[in-house]
């Protein structure tokens, strides 16, 4: 009685050539150990790498108690000499905050693609759908008369 199965043979066009298939434990263990440290190095050079200056004004274009949309961020100035800055990727489903607003005496950003509403001075949700508040940046420095955002 014969198998229906058998089991399949290299053929001249496989990758592997002349058919010679091999991964010892010892190999298996080394590739590990290079990928790991592959892994680490790369970790770390994200790390490294991740912050830079992704948007600056000048300190006199952020109003006292307002904001300003400048390229991808939102420049908050909620008390004299006190930066602030968030995404203006919405964090309800990834809209752009593309308004900036007076509502109820705060300043507020606005996503127009839900209708979500945020207060510029803490991020928090003043209104709309989204759960969340702006996602803030991972620093803010001021340098020379000029707000940098750091992400
Ligand atoms: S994506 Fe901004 S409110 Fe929905």
Redesign the pocket.
Known sequence: MSSQFSNPQPTSDSAAGAGQFSCSRRSLLRGAALATAATAAGALLAACAGEETVAKAATTDIPVGGAKIIDNWIIAQPEKDKFTAYSTE?P????R?DKIAEQDGMTVAI?P????VFDTATGDVVD???RDPMALARDVQVNEGAVEVIN
């Open positions: 919405c309800h489903a990834r809209g905050i996503c693609k839900h209708g979500s709309g759908p989204s």
